[in-house]
């Protein structure tokens, strides 16, 4: 016995039968043409099958057309109308495309790379030409692929399903389980941060999905917790957007760090001057002094360690410290094969 096709398949089918029509569609050959509706076991569950069928359509926005014969009243066909359903003709600008370019350059992962290239270009084939992209060229952002965890997580959101994941936390380098109710992914920094509730904790933490080591597991059932209150999501991102606002003084090579160097202020008006400093003024003579605001320190600590010895943090001494720690950890990871490390101090 064939399989029995799906209502979503079975909507599909219509649409593209009665887009291709060249004049309409009576129920007749709907019914005998159309891939779903010869499973109707009798006319009366045909009928009603077709009727919702068609008012589902309508209620999504596609124009569904009654047509009846000029010479037989009863003669009914059906079609999309086309004027309205299609798009009209797309006519971009080479900025306009070079938007979209960088925009579909913000999603690394495999799972929607493929599905961005294909996107751009069909729309490079209406616009400019292929230097469309040269207005943003080097603006896009970039965000790491999230790895495996990427992919589960995303569902697990979606289907309000709890997790079990190991994660290695920042400040310690511990590893240890986590079952969390996944309530929203966030594109930070260029990486990904998972936002949601610690049944451990009994409050909201965030995880960088980088830290996430191994398979992201089921740990219930779909639809086993509630989606969060508005008020709760609000605390969630509150605390893990980082307390107030703090001003970084980094000390920078020339032509580097410059995802930092585009968030600079103004020096504090309480600023030291750091080259009358004999600790900080070797450090300025082939660097610029560069001020960056921050709320999460951890955040900014893990860029800056990306930067490697482009920067050097002169101040909070707390940042500083940070930096070092996380720089000692990955040294001690490079010379151990344990999958589970504790840094002291």
Sequence with gaps: MAAQIAPAERLLNLVI??????????KEQVRTSVAGYQEAPSDDAFERMFERDK?????????I???????HGDDIGYR???????LPPLDLTAAELGVLAMAAQVWQDQAVRADTSRALTKLRAVGEG?????LVAGL????????GAFSPLVDAVQARQPVRFRYRAATTGEVRDRVVEPWKLLARRGGWVLVGLDRERGASRSYRLTRIEGSVRPAGEPGSFAAPSPDAMAEALRAWGGGPETIATLAILPERASAARVRAVPAPVDAPDWTADPATAPLLTNRELVHVPYRAEWELAEELVGYGAAVVVL?????RDHVLHL???????????????TVDG
């Design 17 to 26: 039968a009665l887009v291709n029509t060249a004049g309409r569609m009576t």
């Design 55 to 63: 008012d589902t359509l309508r209620d999504l926005g596609i124009p």
């Design 65 to 71: 057309l009654t047509i009846t014969d000029a010479g």
């Design 80 to 86: 999309v109308d086309l004027d309205a359903y299609a």
């Design 130 to 134: 292929v230097e469309s992209t040269d």
């Design 140 to 147: 896009a952002p970039r965000v790491r692929a999230g790895g």
């Design 315 to 319: 101040a909070p001494a707390n940042l």
């Design 327 to 341: 720089l000692r950890t990955a040294a001690t990871l490079d010379r151990t094969s344990d999958t589970e490390v």
